[in-house]
């Protein structure tokens, strides 16, 4: 599934990924400001469609199901080689 996001889902999932919960307005700050993409909650949106992240109040969070392999694959980085091994 990761496989198939586009750039900026990619770059918006890391961020969650890394952080696993993070606030909406730093959120939205952060991948706009930094990471320079347009529409942050509208790609967020796409990936709570793609049940990658979940909603939470006034926060974006990992979704539950990927949380166990965040604990063992700790950084985006390392899960984008672990991948790219697998493809």
């Known amino acids: 599934m990761i496989i198939s996001l586009t750039g900026e889902e990619l770059t918006v999932f890391a961020y969650v990924w890394d952080n696993i919960s993070v606030g909406e307005i730093l959120f939205e700050r952060d991948l706009y400001r930094i990471h320079r993409v ?50």
């Open 38 to 87: 347009q529409k942050p909650i509208l790609v967020a949106r796409r990936l709570r469609e793609k049940g990658l992240i979940e909603r939470g109040e006034g926060c974006y969070n990992l979704a539950r199901w990927l949380r166990p392999l965040r604990k063992k694959i700790q950084s985006f980085s390392d899960l984008r080689l672990i991948i790219d091994n697998l493809v």
